[in-house]
T-cell receptor, first 116, second 117 residues
């Protein structure tokens, strides 16, 4: 079974600074997707960024980028130029690429606080 | 375009009762998945339905059941409620299934907060 672990229950960052959230996962599969989701107080889960395991290049979406280390099974999220609106719960998630339907396996989450 | 909608927003039940939660996917989406998110934890997969058939089931007891209707909306039913069923129930929709490896982004609804007393 796949597991996803987020070892940082809470993180804090000053507005306009950079912060990195950590995630490790365990799988015997070689082909999969990794995701970072944001869940603000409104509760709606929003996709931040996606990484395909077969791609060596790290994904980037505007201020958000990942550091994907497949051999180490590590997948961290870097938020640059942090904004007050970035404050939320962040969840790392895993999904097999084949024969998994749409099943996502989530980590326990990291609460990000942004200080003005 | 409307996103994924869920009803009701909040629900309070007592132990032993039964509850039905509803989800309407984004127009054109044929797959619906359900997740349970206990307070302070990440969501856990319960079910996936695609074209009205169950395509995946998580590690949940038989008290949990679901179905998908011809218009692709879905209901999640939980019987014999326990205190531990108190959680946020999230519904997610996507265009299709991913059995062949194609990527289908899942879009989440705002959830239904269930409290069992």
């Amino acid at each position: 079974a796949q597991t996803v672990t987020q070892s940082q229950p809470e993180m804090s960052v000053q507005e306009a600074e950079t912060v990195t959230l950590s995630c490790t996962y365990d799988t015997s599969e070689s082909d999969y997707y990794l995701f970072w989701y944001k869940q603000p107080p409104s509760r709606q889960m929003i996709l931040v960024i996606r990484q395909e395991a077969y791609k060596q290049q790290n994904a980037t979406e505007n201020r958000f980028s990942v550091n994907f280390q497949k051999a180490a099974k590590s997948f961290s999220l870097k938020i640059s130029d942090s904004q007050l609106g970035d404050a939320a719960m962040y969840f790392c998630a895993y999904r097999r690429r084949f024969n998994a339907g749409n099943m996502l396996t989530f980590g326990g989450g990291t609460r990000l606080m942004v200080k003005p | 375009d409307a996103g994924v909608t869920q009803s009701p927003t909040h629900l309070i039940k007592t132990r032993g009762q039964q509850v039905t939660l509803r989800c309407s996917p984004i127009s054109g989406h044929k797959s619906v998945s359900w997740y349970q998110q206990v307070l302070g934890q990440g969501p856990q997969f319960i079910f996936q339905y695609y074209e009205k058939e169950e395509r995946g089931r998580g590690n949940f007891p038989d008290r949990f059941s679901a179905r998908q209707f011809p218009n692709y909306s879905s209901e999640l039913n939980v019987n014999a409620l326990l205190l531990g069923d108190s959680a946020l129930y999230l519904c997610a929709s996507s265009l299709g299934n991913t059995a062949v490896g194609d990527y289908n982004e899942q879009f989440f609804g705002p959830g239904t907060r269930l409290t069992v007393l």
